[in-house]
């Protein structure tokens, strides 16, 4: 009753909004369909027609759909056909709350707010009379514990960018001792040259991304097209494990491809220490674009150790694991680790990039960690309502459900269709399976499209389940059915 007071003016506007809705109206709040419903080929003429035009302003290739965002709702993707998808992609793992969620698209009805959507400070210098409140109680009671800094940032890539920069400044000031440059620094740096522009490096791992401006791109390792004729850093890079499933049955061997890969990361360390030495180390706790990689609790609880003991900063990047979808805020609380990381990276569900930090990171000096926006107020604003939807419907919890239901349904699939399906992981919703190879990964992803499910391809041959935090059981049996329908008919 509460919630149906709460949804009923957005409510309006959303019946006024998606026709699906109007379909629906009294059976939810988000007036979802029951089910995918395709009517056109996929993808259908429209998308192709607008594809082609927007294919000859820019390089368009990697558009699939063309949406018709007034008509999504909840976990429905609708495109411009007027085809009716369940997403469990949600634009790259991005939308934390399902489609046109009542209360956020409430959130712009309050003038203060258009006023900071209209006014976009740089935020640098000009930051509106409430920003510290608003970092106070929007961004810090989700802090990882123990970071009690924080600065908001564009998007994935910049937010690294920035962590990486707050590294090496750290790392250069433990070293000089003070906070003051010499001459030669100062005039070194505008040659690029050091010591102004010193040699030091972040390491990564095989597979991880990180992003692609120029110095995440450099500690991106998944693909060649993302890297491809743009200049990298010489920086270490070290594998990451892979894992055999089902992981009850391959402990051992799992262990030893831990220790491994920690070996290999201290090597590196050593190596780079005369010609590029490692400042920090930035790892995803689940490796995403590169595949899904899992890694184990004792495998980040050892690089921390490591770290510390190399006197090296730890990044987590939970650009994409952060925000709920492994059924807790942040990924890394899985781990265990027995203190903090030194940094954490996020944005997509996060709505707002940005990185939280231990106060050491921040710089002596202003304009080292700076750009003209810094991130934008009328993110938060929404981020706010996001967080506030978490809590009052105890998201965390239904992702923790319905992901049981749906990795319980991919080891029941993964047992029926062994020659095509296999190596069932993840945590939460944050689920993968890998294909047989990347030929019939690619055909069950275009089946699961076809069949009226958005779902995501990941590393060699894998594919990735992202759907936001308002997936359901229900929404879960849906998924289910339409794969096994399209592994049936391979
Ligand atoms: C783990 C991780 N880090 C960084 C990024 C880069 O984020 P963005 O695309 O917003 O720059 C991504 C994007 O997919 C990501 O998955």
Known sequence: MLRAIQYSSANKLLQLATTSCARNASSSPQCEPSKPNIRTAVPGPKTLQLSAELNQLQQAGSVQLIGDYERCVGNYFVDVDGNEFLDAFTQISSIPVGYNHPHLLTAFEDQKNIKALVNRPALGVFPDKEWPQKLRDILLPVAPSGLTNISTMMCGSCSNENAYKAVFIWYRNKERGTVEFSEEEMQS?????????????????????????????????????????????????????????????????????????????????????????????????????????????????????????????????????????????????????????????????????????????????????????????????????????????????????????????????????????????GRGTFLSFTAKDSAVRDQINNGLKKNGVLGGGCGEASIRLRPSLVFEPKHAHIYLDVLRKTLKEL
């Open 189 to 425: 740096c505008m040659k690029n040259a050091a010591p102004g522009s010193p040699n030091l490096s972040i390491l990564s791992f095989v597979d991880a991304f990180h992003g692609r401006t120029f110095g995440s791109l450099s500690t991106t390792r998944s693909k060649a097209i993302h890297k491809i004729d743009v200049p990298a850093f010489d920086w270490p890079v070290a594998p990451f494990p892979k894992y055999r499933y089902p992981l009850d049955q391959f402990e051992r061997e799992n262990q030893e491809e831990d220790a491994r890969c920690l070996e290999q990361v201290q090597a590196r360390i050593n190596e780079y220490k005369s010609r590029c030495p490692v400042a920090g180390v930035v790892v995803e706790p689940i490796q995403s674009e590169g595949g899904d990689n899992e890694a184990s609790p004792q495998f980040f609880r050892n690089l921390q150790k490591l770290c510390k003991e190399n006197g090296i900063a730890l990044i987590i990047d939970e650009v994409q694991t952060g925000c709920g979808p492994t059924g807790k805020m942040w990924a890394y609380e899985h781990f265990e680790l027995p203190s903090p990381p030194d940094l954490l990276t996020f944005s997509k569900k996060m709505l707002t990039g940005g990185f939280y930090f231990k106060p050491e990171f921040k710089p002596p000096q202003a304009y080292r960690v700076f750009n003209t926006w810094m991130g934008d107020p009328s993110k938060l604003i929404l981020l706010e309502r996001v967080l506030q939807v978490i809590k009052r419907e105890n998201l965390l919890d239904r992702v923790q459900k319905t992901g049981a239901v749906l990795k319980g349904g991919l080891h029941e699939l993964e047992k029926e269709f062994p020659q095509l399906i296999h190596s069932v992981r």
